[in-house]
């Protein structure tokens, strides 16, 4: 059983008892409407164990700073903008929780995130679990289960990147660019695990299948590591209509059918990294 | 450095972004205020980690209803109702995924908590990170840096048990009891670590001191498990009068001064669980 048979199973078990929840497990962030409030509030939930998400090696600064980015990035494909966070670190000594602050503070500061609460204890390996609460205008949320068949797939940037390096380059959470796909996009999921098990999630949240025609490939990336590599954070979206704008690659059109991805008229696989086996 | 002096020099290198957030790292919720809502929300994060937290022979079921009773008597402290949870789980298996939920589903359940997102990811050691979100009446929230000389400590019930059974039993969280408390106490804390921490931690973030004249021992308890044992999940408050009302244990006295414990004439050193150090 995968991560998304595993949640898609949980899901189904949990009863919801809240009128306030517009959306619940399954999309990047929660969507809760608070009484008379003005905007929506968005809820995600990002969690890096060493040895899991990333090595010994690393240093805590990266990881930090990655597993702040990782939740920022939810918040990007929800058109969001970030507001609070809530950290809950495990670590073998005070000065790794410091490095890892260290790595967390500034991105904090560059996207104006508030650090409001959080927990801490001591173990041997790191563990990091990050909250972050944002905000979007009330109904307008991107989410990953609204496209519709005709729309046009893109992404916001060249794919691969972070597989053909390794993964050793820092994730810039796409904020800026989810809030201007607010009103424009039918639907968006920003790419952790990879284009194709991620355009394949959103196939099956929206109930359409997707017909890959070009693959953005970053200069140093292989086609291989463009779709099924992750970690590139950018946003993978669909459009009603496609514009000649900048900035924006186009990859492919949502079909109606059954959830399915096909590649040059075959097939694909929607294969991915998977956190719960680490599988490929 | 103990947990205590750890969180407080990480909340005085955290920036506050925003103007939305009425209390931040230090008190058992984060209270944040959106544009036009009727209520506060309340965020608390709960992290349990195997050989911290709980032992490895200890059930799943019982490790995640712990998990999040552990998160609801942090909303319970301050008058709120719970309303979301967000659970990041980590475990060698599906099975014990599957059992730790079962054992939060009922808790959910009964307290009408909607499980609304999370994360997931094997790891050799059971881990869980539960994320509260609730709800308040627009500044009624109960908090712990509220307490005035003069104030009734008092306590939600007799206090020892869980030390004296060796943590075996189940937290029960006193959301009734919080929410009875609002517009009535001046400041309130839960006993998650023992009432001689917790006590002291009121009396620091109120700036007073306390004289505790009275220790509502527990059947089966000693004083020393009352008064460090910590797990009972009572609620601590402060009151400006004493009532004669059943359900309610006295404490002692607030009174002006740096923040310090005595009890029978002595100071009180503020020992308690550290989940950094895992002293007592």
């Known amino acids: ?134 905000v979007v205008p009330r109904g307008q949320a991107l989410r990953r289960d609204t496209a519709k068949p005709g729309d046009f797939v893109c992404v916001s940037g060249l794919l691969g990147r972070a597989a053909a390096r390794n993964y050793v380059d820092m994730p810039e959470p796409r904020l800026a660019y989810g809030r201007r ?32 025609m070009d693959v953005p490939l970053h200069p140093e990336a292989t086609t291989e590591q463009a779709l099924y590599g992750g970690e590139d954070y950018e946003l993978l979206f669909t459009l009603p209509r496609l514009p000649t704008r900048r900035g924006l690659q186009f990859v492919g059109r949502i079909r109606a059918g059954y959830p399915q991805l096909t590649y040059e008229g075959q097939p694909l696989e929607p294969l991915g990294h998977d956190h719960f086996h680490g599988t490929h």
């Open 1 to 134: 059983m995968s991560e998304l048979d595993l949640i898609e199973r949980l899901r189904r078990r949990v009863p919801v008892y809240s009128s306030q929840l517009v959306a619940g497990i399954g999309d990047d962030c929660a969507i809760v409407r608070p009484r008379g409030a003005k905007d929506d509030i968005l809820v995600t939930t990002d969690m890096m164990l060493e040895g899991v998400h990333f090595r010994a090696s690393d240093s805590p600064e990266y990881v930090g700073r990655k597993a702040l980015a990782r939740a920022l990035s939810d918040i990007a494909a929800m058109g969001g903008e970030p507001r609070f966070c809530f950290l809950s670190i495990a670590a073998p000594s005070e000065d790794i929780v410091d490095r890892l602050y260290a790595g967390i503070l500034p991105l904090a500061g560059e996207t104006q995130t508030t650090i409001a609460g959080g927990d801490v204890a001591r173990t041997d390996k790191v563990m990091i679990d990050v909250v972050v609460q944002g």
């Open 181 to 212: 796909l607010r009103a424009r996009a039918t639907a968006c999921i920003d790419l952790s695990d990879g284009l194709c098990i991620d355009l394949y999630r959103l196939c099956v949240a929206s109930g359409v299948r997707a017909v890959i």
